[in-house]
């Protein structure tokens, strides 16, 4: 099993292939997301530290080349699939957006 370290939290462990999005928020951390997994809106993006998330679909390229304030480092938690261990920072909090998460992205 994958091991995923959200920077400030602890390390746990995460069944291969679920979305990063998923582990994050069920493993208790705030992290905002609002379309529902589609990349449509980057509020669930992440930094990658450390690790391999894998390669980018057509609709993260797609929605990621229109931001060009974003470093090649970010990704969009909802489309990354867990198949190695990986640190992130989290870079949206509802928390701390005063927003509540949309519609959990569906696995």
Do not use: Y
């Not at 746990?12 to 990063?20: N, R, Y």
């Not at 690790?51 to 990704?75: C, N, T």
């Amino acid at each position: 099993m994958p091991t995923v370290t959200v920077e400030g939290g602890k390390p746990f462990e995460v069944d291969s292939g679920k979305k990063l999005v998923l582990a994050i928020e069920d493993d208790g951390i705030d992290i905002l997301h609002r379309c529902g997994g589609n990349a449509r809106c980057t509020t669930c993006r992440v930094q990658i530290v450390s690790g391999d998330p894998g390669p980018m679909e057509d609709l993260e390229k797609e929605r990621l080349a229109r931001e060009a304030s974003f470093g090649p480092d970010i990704r969009l938690s909802c489309q990354v699939r867990v198949t190695s261990d990986l640190t992130v920072r989290v870079l949206g909090r509802a928390a701390e957006s005063g927003m509540t998460p949309g519609p959990r992205p569906m696995d």
